[in-house]
């Protein structure tokens, strides 16, 4: 065992603090230089307030010791995440709104390109239609071939029982051509089947000449004109030969309006078929006219000729412009 021996200590004490065998204490501090080695500290002694932040470099931090719970929310900026690490998965579902795509122009689709990348199908012109352009190629805005196409203008559904059917304003410059399409019409009784062309001033009520050339029964023939009337008359009359079996939806047809918005002359040409109420014969009518005026027609109006005869609620009538005909 080592004993201290007597006087074996070299002591000095002065202003600077006790000297010890060569190390300075003072103020229960020990001042001397290289003295503190790292071999005489122990794990213990070294605090979290013993090392400056200057101290704390990149080679004295672990790898494993940088856990997510080390990492602050405002630490992750934009610039820390590399653009490969910017995956699909981590990318939530709805999460790409409007306000994150590209600005792109006005009036661009997106498709998808043969390739299966997404590409912008450029903006058509006014009155174009997107149009397929076959398998391997985007959709591509174009022109309407002349002629042939009905675009539906208005539709008029009929409610209780009236006896005119109105839809108001439907014809306009767009279309030269107009066809007004009839499906399960019904009178309640009595015959006849009328058509009147007017503005938003009213309805012509004179002048219309028209003829009918119809058949009906076992090959008798209908046929009829006037001229000078307060109507067109669809049918031919209103005599039990040309009442419509009010049991059955069992009239159809169309009505050719032809330049009704461009102040010339208006030509009407009608094609109509109806079950006749007393013999159930098939009857038809082939019919022309025209309102023999100059006026710039925008609506129609259809009606029921005698005060006991309504339109009922299978009434559907349609409206449609003829595209560059």
Same mark, same amino acid.
């Given at each position: 065992m080592s004993k201290l021996q007597v006087d074996s200590i070299d002591e000095v004490t002065s202003a600077n603090g006790v000297t010890v065998d060569g190390l300075n204490i003072k103020d229960s501090k020990l001042t001397t230089a290289n003295s503190v080695v790292t071999t005489n500290i122990t794990d213990a002694n070294v605090t979290t307030a013993k090392i400056t932040d $200057?101290?704390? #470099? /990149? $080679?004295?931090? @672990?790898?494993a010791n940088v856990t997510t719970a080390k990492i602050t929310d405002a630490n992750v900026t934009t610039a820390k995440i590399a653009d490969v690490n910017v995956t699909e998965g981590k990318i939530a579902d709805n999460a790409i709104t409007l306000a994150k795509m $590209? !600005?792109?122009t006005d009036g661009n689709i997106i498709s998808y390109d043969a390739s299966g990348n997404p590409v912008a199908v450029a903006t058509g012109n006014d009155g174009q239609v997107l149009t397929s352009t076959g398998a391997g190629s985007p959709p591509a805005f174009e /022109? &309407?071939? @002349?002629?042939g196409s009905w675009v539906l203008v208005n539709t008029q559904t009929v409610s209780g029982t009236p006896t005119t059917i109105e839809p108001g304003a439907v014809f306009s410059a767009t279309y030269d #051509?107009?066809?007004v399409v009839i499906r399960r019409y019904n009178n309640a009784s009595?015959?006849?089947?009328? &058509?009147? &062309?007017?503005?938003s001033g009213g309805y012509t009520t004179s002048g219309y000449r028209w003829n009918v050339d119809g058949g009906g029964g076992t090959g008798s023939a209908l046929n009829s004109g006037v001229a000078g009337s307060s109507i067109i008359d669809l049918l031919g009359?209103? !005599? !039990?030969t040309y009442h419509v079996n009010s049991s059955q939806d069992c009239l159809s047809g169309v009505i050719w309006i032809h330049n009704p918005f461009n102040s010339g002359r208006t030509s009407i040409h009608a094609e109509l078929s109806w079950e006749n109420a007393t013999d159930l014969d098939a009857h038809i009518a082939n019919v022309g006219g025209h309102p023999n005026t100059n006026t710039q027609y925008d609506r129609w109006k259809l009606i029921c000729p005698s005060s006991s005869q309504t339109?009922? @609620?299978t009434t559907i009538?349609?409206?449609f412009g003829v595209v560059n005909a």
């Open positions: $200057a101290n704390v #470099t /990149t $080679a004295k931090i @672990a790898d $590209a !600005s792109g /022109t &309407l071939p @002349a002629g #051509t107009y066809v009595g015959g006849g089947f009328q &058509l009147q &062309l007017g503005t009359g209103t !005599s !039990s339109f009922e @609620a009538i349609q409206t």
